[in-house]
């Protein structure tokens, strides 16, 4: 009788059947181990300028400043204010309209860096035109356009609000120039984080469509009344239609024209879960 054949098939089946024993073993084992913790979203900073203006470093370092109202404006920190080259070699210069306490010194930077100054279409055609800047520093474009420079990823939205120029002529006397409508700007970041500076504005319904279609994870508010929402109406908007994850108040505190208050729009934002993330002018805060 020939045993070999029979001792082959047997010792496969007890060797197939340790292998798969371990192999369910192995299965069970990663199954049973915890998950990688993800890794931790890198993050940007984040300084107020005073009223809108903001610097914010990206997760990669790119510097995107925005409003910068800087040597006029009295809330201002006093680095900037005594030499805007302190402020860093800008990547993104973004203005929301052509208003003093937001124009600001963003002509003197765009040519400062040699970066463009984005805007409004008709609030950067005036400019090029008086001189303010040249015309390639200059890039126009307008709501639901969407610009890349530095590879961030920017798309002016509607604001309801106002705009204009005034800018001296050749003898120095200030006169007022038509430049466009005003823009609130989407900004996404490299790390995906969206943010929604508002720039100036009230009320207007398609603020949710902004937030619906965009959804920003992080929205920035004028609080302060009288030329935009005050801070009722800017938490009826967050809490009714916008719903963000963080909201940072801002225009507000360095006009007597803009009396609303911190402490006013906390109050009103009573009962929501959206984090409010308040700054003192010149703070810095990473987000």
């Known amino acids: 009788m020939n045993y070999v054949p029979r001792f082959k098939t047997q010792f496969g089946l ?21 998950a990688a913790p993800a890794a931790a979203k890198p993050k940007a ?18 510097l995107i400043v925005i409003d910068p109202w800087i040597k006029g404006g009295p809330k201002a920190p006093k680095e900037y204010k005594d030499d805007l080259k302190a402020i860093g070699a800008i990547d993104v210069l ?9 124009l600001g010194d963003a002509p003197e930077l765009a040519k400062l860096n040699n970066t463009k100054l984005y805007g409004p279409a008709d609030m950067v055609t005036p400019l090029t035109l008086l ?54 700007f989407i900004i996404e970041l490299e790390n995906g984080t969206k943010i929604w500076h508002m720039g100036d504005t009230g009320l207007f319904g398609d603020m949710k469509f902004i937030a619906d279609h965009y959804k920003p ?9 009288n030329f935009t929402m005050g801070p009722e109406d800017a938490a009826f908007a967050l ?28 109050a009103a934002m009573k009962g929501s879960n959206i984090k409010i993330v308040p700054f003192t002018e010149g703070q810095k805060q990473s987000l």
Not at 217 to 225: F, L, N, R, S, T
């Open 131 to 184: 001189g303010a800047i040249p015309p390639e520093l200059g890039h126009r474009f307008n709501k639901s356009g969407t610009v890349k420079p530095a590879g961030i990823k920017v798309t002016a939205v509607q604001a309801e609000h106002s705009s204009l120029i005034v800018w001296p002529d050749a003898n120095g006397k200030p006169q007022a120039h038509a430049a466009g409508e005003p823009v609130g």
């Open 45 to 62: 900073e984040f300084q107020w300028l005073g009223q809108a203006g903001w610097r914010i470093v990206s997760p990669t370092g790119k």
């Open 94 to 102: 973004l203005v929301t309209h052509a208003h003093g306490d937001h």
């Open 217 to 225: 994870d992080i929205v920035m508010v004028p609080i302060g009344g």
């Open 14 to 34: 007890v060797l197939s059947g340790l292998l798969l024993a371990a192999s369910a073993s192995l299965h069970a084992q990663q199954a049973a181990a915890p």
């Open 239 to 266: 809490k009714t239609w916008i719903k963000p994850k963080m909201v940072i108040p801002m225009h507000y505190g360095s006009n007597p024209m803009t009396p609303g208050t911190l402490a006013e729009f906390e």
